[in-house]
């Protein structure tokens, strides 16, 4: 029997069951809430420091380029990939994806990277300023980059700031993940006061032969 290395998709042009209306705006709204950091990041690719009192030179372009661009890029597939915990194709996989297209994605597969990555996300970007150019962080007190002027400093919190927020969306979108596609189905309950075995409705027992003993 031949492997069929790329399978038609059952149709999966939405969720099996209701997504939640604050889960999808989040799930839409994270790739543009990330998008400011990304382009603030940018200008460092050739060495403009945007108002940054730092020490020490950058480093060669040909480093530079690749990481910071690489950097900004995978920032957006990541947050674009979450929002397969609100679509359909989050569900079964899309048919161009070899040896598992078309398939079901089983909850944790899903669930347990974007658990994994929320908590992170959240101890690498949850920071409370202390002053001083110093900052309490999940991994303890760490200094803060200075800028040159007040401009600077405020530009850059407003780009950065937002992406402490990526960390405990993506847990929260993982979480409802779960809950809808765990959610037992209604259909599946079991009337309460009826048996198991009972027969359904209008259901009619074949005729019993003459003679044969009552159970």
Known sequence: MTPKFFHRPPPAGDTERPVPRWATRLAHALPLLLLP???????????????????GGMPAYWLSIPYVLGLSVLTELIAILTIGLVRGWGEVAPAWIPLIGGRRV???????????????????????????????????????VAYTDDAWSALAT?????????????????????????????NTAVCHGTSPTADPPGAQRPPRAEGAPRS
């Open 37 to 55: 950091a990304c382009l603030w990041r940018l200008p460092f690719a050739l060495h403009f420091e945007m108002g940054q009192a730092q020490a």
């Open 106 to 144: 089983r909850p944790m597969a899903a669930v347990v990277p974007a658990v994994l990555g929320g908590l992170i996300l959240t101890v690498l970007f949850t920071a409370v300023p202390l002053g001083d150019n110093r900052s309490l962080t999940l991994y303890g007190v760490v200094d803060t």
């Open 158 to 186: 407003v780009c950065v700031t937002p992406v402490a927020a990526w960390g405990p969306i993506t847990i929260a979108l993982a979480i409802a993940y779960y809950r809808r596609r765990t959610a037992r189905s209604p």
